[in-house]
């Protein structure tokens, strides 16, 4: 409760409203310290003009081009065989930086203009999986008692060494509210307009519809639950490109000893091919539609007592595992990311 106050007061408003949501989880809290601690983060609303986080690292990563590593593909035409030679797994150490940054135009307690700046870079030895991508968004704000409501307009480009240029429209609305001593929710409902710039990759040109919802539980002064779940459909200019997916995840986020953190979160997600497209499937040429399940974990340790010039250090492990029934779409892969994050 009182760090909550001291990160307030030095306007690290995220750190504070961290804080602030795992003391108010205590049961014996006292009535008088529970109203402040409410005012405390309707406060952090009001005040937090602009917020930024920054972070950049290196990222191992076992299976770079997200391939099945099966060689040889083959089918049979009136009893002739016909094959192609696959792209093997490639692995590589890739140069990492993101960042967020926002800035609100506040008219009121209420009523303010929120503006973000996003950028994601990586770069890897092989430069055909090297990634960049820049958004800028902006829209009308609304700071409520127990909650923020945005609504606003973006544009992000990304783009790779192959040139696979892509441009993205989107209008989305976005929910943050406390739900009470435990609770907390945050939603995001979004369309989208993907265009590729390369005739080559207009196939993947769609029109997306999004839902995301994360609700955090804090179960004591130092332990939370995230239970997370997404729904996207994705309608394809060619059909066989057309899915719909949904996607569960549930975190546990603890605050350990000497200043360390840990986040733990297995997730699942199902992708459910709309249309038929032509695949190689088990020896044979199939008109068929695609269907993937992908199971994974993510695990994120970091200390904020070795934090250098501010910079708070960093290891997240990711492994994902997706199996499909055309088999040159399945693909296992592990990545380590080490790097240094901030918020301010």
Known sequence: FNLAWIYFLKKEYSAARFNMQLALAQKNLPADMRMQGSYLLYQIRQEKVWNAEISVGIAPDTNVNGVSGKQIECFYWYGLPFCRELESI?????FQGSGIFDYTYKFNN???IKNRLSIDAIHYDDERFSFWSMGLASGPRYTARRGEYWLAGSYKKQFNEEHRYANTWSVFADISRDLGRKFSLYSKIEFSDISYEKDLYQVFDSKEYSFNSRLFFFLNSWSYLALGLSYSLDDARADYNSFFRHNYS???GMQLPYGFNIYVEPNFANSQYLHKGTYITKGTLVEQKRKENTQGVFV?????????????PRINFLYNKRTSNIESYGFERTRWEFGISKAF
């Open 90 to 94: 490639q692995s590589d150490v890739g």
């Open 110 to 112: 209420k009523w303010s």
């Open 250 to 252: 549930l975190g546990l």
């Open 300 to 312: 994120s340790l970091s200390s904020n007592l070795l934090s250098v010039y501010d910079f708070t």
